[in-house]
């Protein structure tokens, strides 16, 4: 199976190329998986259904992560989330919002994404 998250712009467009569709068809994948985040290959709509259905018999899938634990600190500023990826390997995030200073700053975040599979929380 070939998470559709893990190809570059220009290996989706050799794939659809290859399914001897049109190049158009790549960022009619690409934009909606990363602005509308669909759940499955059934959720790409703007395809035809037939493409739809050979990304599926072709063994394609979307691999978003899902929460599967989350921490808030008691003053709220701070957030971890605990994320499962599609097979189920952890990868831990962190939220930290601060406050504008009292110099006249503005409010910023900071977030920390784990860059090793397998880190718990």
């Not at 199976?1 to 190329?17: A, S």
């Not at 759940?39 to 063994?59: H, W």
């Amino acid at each position: 199976m070939t998470d559709l998250y893990r190809l570059l712009p220009e290996e989706m467009e050799k794939m659809v190329i290859d399914m001897g569709q049109p190049r158009y068809r790549a960022d009619q994948i690409l934009y909606p998986l990363y602005y509308k985040f669909p759940q499955n290959i059934s959720d790409l709509k703007q395809l035809p259904t037939a493409m739809r259905d050979k990304l599926i018999t072709d063994g394609y899938t979307i691999g978003s992560a899902t929460e599967s634990h989350r921490i808030v600190s008691d003053d709220g500023d701070t957030t971890k989330l605990l994320l499962a990826l599609a097979d189920g390997t952890p990868v831990e995030t962190v939220l930290i919002q601060y406050e504008s200073s009292k110099i006249g700053g503005h409010p910023r975040s900071t977030i920390c994404v784990s860059t090793q599979v397998g880190c718990a929380m």
